[in-house]
Structures are given as structure tokens and as C-alpha cells.
């Protein structure tokens, strides 16, 4: 089974849903793990018509020609990664003191979205809002259900806690990359994507 963007929510590796805003100029970018199966990919300058649809869910992004930086990102802090069978590699820099997450439950997380080379491509934290969608059922990509879930010897995040997830192609966006126009893929097929998150717990 494959997994689209979630710029969020689930994307499968092989579909890639991709969010436009009313801008003409920019190109749209990809949200957070999204996925086709749970919604729909508007084009052509239209926003998603669901909340679960939007990389905030509900939230609308520009893609910018040259993405700037979160400017809240985590603090970085450097550790080393435990790789889980499936390929995730996982590293805590911050383990939370509340609840983990249950399947199907709507929760809130900011994240951080980078290429291997460095390269921001999305963070909840320069929009100001995190993003919210359910945890498990696919709305996001494959890497972070599992990544913030659990499972396939990976522990779930506990809410307040900070985890750096580094996701093979197979758990992102797959062949096929995201915010894909004219040749040009603000995610390159077969990319490596590593995502800060900060789980904040139950919406």
C-alpha cells in the first residue's frame, strides 16, 4: 500500500495530493501527510473544500518561490536516530509527559518539513497554527502514522514531546514527489523528507 503527501493529510508514495491557494504566480505546495483516499486534490487555484483537506487542515498554503524557514521551528538539538523495521528512522529530542495519541483520534501536531539537503519545503509554525487531522486512518502519510502512533518497533509520542522522523521515499511521497509543475517537484520523487514534530496532544 502506498501513501500520498500529507503536506498532511495521508498522501500515498504513488498519488499526490497537492493544495492551491488564490495566488496566480506561486506553484501550489504539497501539505503535510494528506491522503487521496480521505480527499480530494483541488487544482487550478481552488482551495481543498474540507478541513481535513488542508495542510493545517483548513488552512490554505503559498507555496513561495524560495520557502523561507519556520521561524519557530524546535530548537535544534542533535541525536542520534533509531531505525524501525519499515525504514523510519526516528530521534526524541523532547519525550511528552501527557497522553500518546489513540487511532482515529483528531490531533494536533507542528511540524517542520525538510529535504535531506536542509531545504524547508513546509512548517505549521510560519503559518502560526498546528495541524490538525486523524491519527491512523490515513489522512497523512505513512511515515507519520507511524511516526507519531507507533508501531513496527517504534513507541508512540507522548503529547509535548519532540520527535525528529527521517522517512524513506516509501513513506513520503514515493516516485511520483509532491508540488510537482513544469517539470520542477518542490518534492523530488524518491526524496528522503525529514519532519520536526511537536505532538501537542488531543484536539
Not at 509532491?178 to 511537536?198: M, R, T, W
Request: glycine share 12%; charged share 15%.
Amino acid at each position: 500500500m502506498t501513501t500520498t503527501l500529507p503536506f498532511f493529510f495521508s498522501l500515498l508514495s504513488s498519488s499526490t495530493p497537492i493544495i492551491k491557494c488564490s495566488t496566480t504566480t506561486p506553484p501550489p505546495l504539497p501539505q503535510p501527510p494528506l491522503n487521496h483516499h480521505h480527499h480530494q486534490t483541488i487544482t487550478n487555484n481552488h482551495t481543498l473544500r474540507r478541513r481535513e483537506a488542508v495542510i493545517g487542515f483548513g488552512l490554505c498554503l503559498k507555496f513561495l518561490d524560495s520557502v523561507q524557514p519556520a521561524s519557530a521551528a524546535p530548537e535544534s538539538i542533535t541525536c542520534e536516530f533509531t531505525v524501525a523495521d519499515s525504514g523510519l528512522a526516528f530521534c526524541d529530542k523532547l519525550v511528552g509527559y501527557g497522553p500518546q495519541p489513540q487511532k482515529g483520534q483528531l490531533i494536533k501536531a507542528h511540524y517542520v518539513g525538510k529535504l535531506q539537503n536542509g531545504k524547508v519545503f513546509d512548517s505549521s509554525y510560519n503559518r502560526g497554527k498546528p495541524l490538525t487531522f486523524r491519527i491512523g486512518v490515513g489522512e497523512v502519510i505513512r511515515g507519520w502514522d507511524e511516526g507519531i502512533l507507533g508501531g513496527n518497533g517504534v513507541p508512540p509520542m507522548l503529547a509535548g514531546g519532540k520527535r525528529t522522523l527521517k522517512l524513506p521515499p516509501q513513506l513520503g511521497y514515493g516516485m511520483r514527489g509532491a508540488g510537482c509543475k513544469g517539470g520542477s517537484c518542490i518534492i523530488p520523487p524518491d526524496s528522503v523528507l525529514l519532519f520536526d514534530v511537536e505532538f501537542i496532544g488531543k484536539a
